[in-house]
């Protein structure tokens, strides 16, 4: 757990990255070494580091997504070794951090692979799906205004956990990157399951888990095997039970007459 | 979108063909068993099978269907997410998935074609090695037939592969249909899980005993 | 030049009812034919879009990140605060009002705070509506929590992630529009210029941060929601992205700047752990609910936290401000965490940190509780230090976190610019000189959801829509002057990146016109902050090209502009002769180190009008009324 190094040693390590100049261009991977890394350092400021030296010498810096950095707001977006975020439980690639690799050690940084995730440059791709997906259904029609006291309809606490479980999904993309088919269940299985857990969402639920599924099969997503990779990359730890929700709420949804025929019909 | 091109509708035809089949897996195994009383077990079994008439014939066409379905929907669902996934990683390193769950496509069509060698064999009987002919009481010797095909090692071997293979499919494919018919949480996952992997071990054992069996000797008339 | 907030008059209670009334309607027929530029997609924006669109009006909304769902009201881990009372503990509107005012310190705009505390209520039923999972109790009804500077339980929260859940609210309403088509969606797209036309704000440019194509967007109105500046102290709790661009760009064509010296430093922070280091980490201010902060007696202190007994500890807060003590307002708690390091009684690395120790609150309530409480900050908090809060107590240290400074706005959330309104973060208008815990939530939908609806309507009920078309002359002027910037950019080539300078700029400001001031910190910081301007204008490298995905390009426009901005905080700071909220002047100040404020003479808005770069801005007033909490001492002793 601590770090490997002594506590103000520094390491040394060997960067395999994936560069690529535009959208459709291709690709490839460059060798790069992060020089004077302390163990305290987090796995982007390491990549900042490299950055400064490339700019400085007149190279151009690796691109990649990046915003908080405190592991919320889900712009990063890095296949460490072949895990994305790295492979630190519960970890975002922001909030990883050099502690967990020693002197030596060789990195492969690779951007998420998709087709629903077409790459922009270097390790920064196009999430625009994911947006997709929710504007497809990925809401309650609550008008602005017109709604009733909080707390007229009371929730239990079970269904209101299980909801912010469900919610707590940073739309980061790490389930489809990790998915051997490239598929958004998780992402939209939790969607589907915070809002048909509440009553306020139980109204419009076979409809949304309709459009959904529909959206996500447009944007180009793969189909779900049930390996669960997903769960596993997900720096929430979003739980695959929000998938078998996804898929009851699609049976459910074929069994409501009015819904069912919305199944059936599609748009 | 219909059903059959619901990505999740899919998902489930191939979770209820194939509950069905590992339904059938189990009725046959129980059925299979009844050689270790001998041939008077099997024989008196199959006679009896046989005498259902018109119910065998419609079982056979479901299971065909489940079948036609499983297959195809396994194909269509995975050259689709074939495509959703282009290019791959130079280093990928599986945090959860196993041998077996990312294999279900050949172990698939590896049992595909072991049920057709299958059905040719011991059902169609038209493959060289087998042995036709009737027991003492008139009836059907499945006994022998079965008998003189396993005293070839090939045959037991190629019959044990397909078992392992069984196992390999099965050990993700039963949990993994409780998964996408919806009937999973957190807690009955884990349960799945050892519930697939028991039901595919004794499958394993309990089918490949049979050629061992006859080809070692133990089992004889 | 005086300045008018257009504040309705009359009992406060009835203000926002009447000028509801008051304000003019667009015929439902016609909003569509007027269109609203969005700038920014945070809780303030992303709430605007989605009910202006709703109600009708033809929407366009911006954001520099790859989805709205990512604006930085995401990381707010608190709370919402709302004067619902569901736990009968004595709240109202008018306490949520009062405190509010009193924590801002006498700063803000009493009309403006009442509307906000009025409305808080809407927000709590709007968001339930949007399926937030808020955190509820065993009977399934809304559960509170009490913040910083308020004695009641009116702080609504989902876990650690108030943020993050009210945004989703505010994005899947906005998702809902763009579905609808009433909003379209620019992603990755920054406003780098706004267009003023005949004096009124018609358009703004914006640079595709994918192609790299510069283009104007005119529009009818223009909503800047684009949160704070307080990365102009380079290491902060704000995302990397974070700038003053969006409103200094406005401020460079008229609008006046107000109170920019208004910062503030969260008191509970991860203390920076070296030189590298990108950002700072927040851990929620709910934590001082159960943590209890404290510093050894002994100065220079060497043993382990566990292993100094109970009577070498001095939990500060408590011995100052027995009443609030740990949830004194941040302002006081932040001060007084740096006095204690100043007093060489800090821990950790560079002694710059105090304990927050939730020892006596396990013992309380069990390890369990207080894992439920906040769980996720004892995650994110070993996973950046290595280190496990439940057995050691935790470091923390004050940090840039928010701004109450913005652009200046009347009562209708309008700028002096006519068609130019800010919201949230971005405005100057409720926090006064300093902001309450879980208040900037409430804030940001308040503006979005149930304030600028009306406002802009009025508006827009008295102005022609599409006056300005995307061909004309000021825009066309305006795409040249974003166009010709970048290439000055490209084409200096020179020797230091831009995070290096931007790191120069943020050393000096954060130890000039950080969480204390002097005269002299502050001259010192006016001498020097040019000579940063011209080294980078000099000396800044940018590779790559502009018509490109950039990020360096992006960061360097960003950081021009914080040099630029920092010479307005400085002057701001030097010349409000008071300490008062987030502004602290050390030579104003009692005798217990408290802030010294000089109603006689600072009762007023410092709004700054922009004369030039390097230029002296000019000063514009507006003073402060206030009729219906009595100016007074703040005292949380």
Redesign the interface.
């Known amino acids: 757990m601590s770090a490997q190094t002594a506590e103000h040693g520094t390491m040394t390590l060997k960067l395999i990255v994936w560069r690529q100049a535009g959208p459709g261009k291709q690709g490839r991977f460059e060798t790069y070494t992060a020089k004077n890394i302390t163990p305290h350092h987090s796995f982007l400021e390491m990549l900042d580091v490299v950055n400064e030296e490339l700019i400085l010498e007149g190279k151009e810096p690796i691109a990649f997504d990046h915003d908080c950095r405190e592991g919320i707001c889900g712009m990063c977006s890095q296949v460490v070794n072949g895990v994305p975020h790295g492979g630190q439980e519960r970890t975002t690639v922001c909030q990883l951090h050099m502690r967990k690799f020693k002197d030596g050690d060789t990195i492969y940084i690779e951007p998420w692979r998709a087709r629903a995730f077409p790459i922009l440059k270097d390790l920064v791709v196009d999430r625009g799906a994911l947006d997709k997906l929710i504007q497809e259904g990925g809401y309650i029609s609550a008008r602005t205004g017109g709604v009733p006291d909080a707390n007229a309809t009371p929730i239990s606490k079970a269904d209101a956990d299980y909801s912010m479980d469900a919610a707590e999904c940073i739309g980061c993309g790490a389930c489809v990157a990790a998915c051997p088919n490239g598929a958004a269940m998780l992402f939209t299985g939790a969607k589907v399951a915070q809002l048909a857990s509440l009553p306020q969402g139980q109204v419009e639920a076979p409809v949304r888990v309709a459009d959904m599924i529909q959206a996500m099969q447009e944007c180009g997503f793969g189909n779900c095997s049930n390996h669960y990779e997903c769960q596993a990359a997900c720096p929430k730890g979003i739980d695959v039970k929000f998938i078998a929700r996804l898929n009851r709420e699609f049976l459910k949804a074929l069994f409501k007459s009015k819904a069912g025929s919305h199944v059936f019909a599609g748009e | 979108m219909r059903f059959t091109t619901n990505s999740i509708g899919r998902k489930i035809l191939m979770a209820v063909s194939g509950l069905f089949m590992v339904l059938f897996v189990i009725v046959h195994l129980l059925g299979n068993s009844s050689i270790f009383a001998g041939p008077d077990g099997i024989n008196a079994y199959a006679e009896k099978l046989h005498g259902l008439g018109p119910f065998v014939w419609a079982s056979r066409l479901f299971m065909l269907a489940m079948l036609g379905i499983h297959v195809l929907f396994g194909i269509l669902v995975t050259l689709d997410n074939w495509s959703a996934k282009p290019d791959r990683y130079k280093v990928k390193k599986m945090l959860k998935a196993s041998f077996a769950s990312e294999t279900m496509i050949w172990t698939g069509a590896l049992l595909l074609a072991f049920i057709v060698y299958h059905l040719l064999q011991f059902t169609f009987r038209v493959t060289p090695d087998v042995v036709l002919g009737n027991d003492a009481k008139g009836r059907f010797d499945v006994f022998s037939m079965v008998a003189a095909s396993f005293r070839f090692t090939p045959i037991v071997l190629i019959y044990v592969a397909a078992m392992v293979t069984l196992f390999l499919h099965l050990s993700h494919g039963i949990q993994s249909l409780f998964q996408s018919i919806g009937w999973n949480n957190d807690k009955t996952l884990p349960t799945y899980t050892r519930l697939g992997k028991v039901l595919a071990v004794v499958f394993l054992l309990g089918y490949s005993a049979i050629p061992v069996l006859l080809l070692s000797g133990i089992l004889t008339k | 030049m005086i300045l008018d907030g257009k504040c309705p008059t009359g009992p406060i209670e009835k203000t926002w009812d009447k000028h509801r009334f008051d304000m003019k309607l667009v015929n439902p027929a016609n909003k569509r034919k007027y269109k609203i530029l969005v700038v920014g997609t945070g809780l303030a924006g992303a ?1 605007a879009a ?2 202006l669109g ?1 109600l009708g009006y033809n929407v366009e909304t911006f954001c520099y ?8 009201s ?2 707010a881990q608190g709370g919402i605060n709302a004067a ?1 009372n ?1 736990p009968n503990d004595g709240d109202s509107i008018f306490r949520l009002f009062y405190d509010t005012i009193k924590g801002g310190d006498f700063r803000a705009r009493e009309a403006d705070v009442w509307r906000l505390a009025q409305v808080s209520n ?1 927000i ?19 559960d509170t929590r009490s913040f910083g500077g308020a004695q009641v339980s009116r702080t609504f929260y ?2 650690g ?1 108030t943020g ?2 009210l945004l ?1 609210g505010a ?3 906005l ?2 529009q ?2 609808a088509g009433t909003v379209t ?1 620019f ?1 990755r797209t920054e406003m780098l210029d706004l267009v003023v036309v005949d004096g009124e704000a018609k358009g703004i440019t914006v640079r595709d941060l ?1 192609t790299g194509k510069v283009r104007c967007h005119t529009g009818d109105a223009v909503l800047l929601c684009t949160g704070g500046y307080v990365n102009v102290f380079y290491l902060s ?1 704000n ?3 974070c700038s003053v661009t969006a409103i200094w760009k406005a401020h460079k064509k008229g609008a006046y700047f107000a109170n920019p010296c208004y910062t503030q430093i969260h008191p509970t922070c991860i203390p920076q ?2 030189e ?4 700072l ?2 851990m929620s201010e709910s934590l001082r609910n159960d943590g209890r902060c404290w510093v050894p007696r002994k100065k220079g202190e060497k043993r382990p936290a566990n292993e100094i007994p109970e009577e070498d500890r001095d939990y500060y807060l408590e011995r100052k401000y027995p009443s609030f003590g740990n949830l004194a307002p941040r302002d006081i708690a932040s001060r007084a965490a740096k006095e204690q390091c100043d007093d060489d009684r800090g821990v950790g690395p560079g002694g710059r940190g105090v304990y927050l120790d939730f020892r006596d609150s396990i013992k309380r309530l069990g390890e369990d509780t207080i894992r439920e409480r906040y769980g996720n900050l004892f ?2 908090y070993e ?2 230090t ?1 280190e496990n809060g439940y057995k050691v107590p935790m470091r923390i240290y004050p940090a840039p976190h928010y701004v109450m400074g913005g652009l200046w706005v009347d009562y209708n959330l309008m700028s002096n610019i006519p068609g130019l309104f800010v919201l949230g973060e971005a405005n100057f208008s409720v926090h006064g000189a300093n902001r309450l815990g879980a208040s900037a939530l409430m804030q940001g939908l308040a503006d979005g ?2 304030i600028i ?1 009306y406002t802009v309507s009025h508006y827009l009920a008295q102005s022609k829509p599409g006056k300005v078309q995307e061909d004309h002359p000021e825009c066309r002027k305006s795409i040249g002057e974003v166009e010709g910037s970048t290439k000055r950019l490209l084409s200096i080539n020179g ?1 230091r ?1 831009v ?2 300078l931007m790191r120069e700029l943020g050393t000096l400001m954060w130890e000039n016109v950080g969480m204390t001031r002097s005269k002299e910190s502050l001259k010192e910081a006016i001498e020097k902050i040019p000579a940063i301007r011209e080294e980078f204008w000099k000396n800044v ?1 940018v ?2 090209n502009g018509a ?2 950039n ?2 390009l992006e960061n360097a426009g960003r950081t021009a502009d914080f040099i630029e901005f920092a010479e307005l905080l400085a002057r701001d700071a030097l010349h409000r002769n008071e300490s008062c909220g987030g502004h602290f002047r050390v030579e104003y100040q009692y005798e217990d180190g408290e802030a010294r404020r000089d109603d006689a003479n600072y009762c007023y808005s410092a709004a700054w009008e922009f004369k030039g770069v390097g230029k002296e801005p000019e000063l514009h007033k507006e003073p402060l009324k206030f009729e219906n909490v009595h100016l007074a001492v703040r005292s949380y002793k």
């Open positions: 709430s989605a009910t709703e990140q790859d989805s709205p769902r990512r604006a930085h995401i990381a619902k569901y809407n709590i039923d709007q968001c339930v509506a949007q399926g937030v999972p808020f955190a509820r109790d065993y009977a399934g009804y809304l989902a876990r992630q993050q859940q989703l994005y899947s309403a998702s809902r763009i579905k969606l992603p994918v709790t995302a990397m992205g752990a070296g590298y280091q990108s950002k980490t927040l995650e994110m996973r950046i290595d959801y149930f609806p020797k990146t995070t290096d490298k590779s790559g490109d995905f990020q360096q």
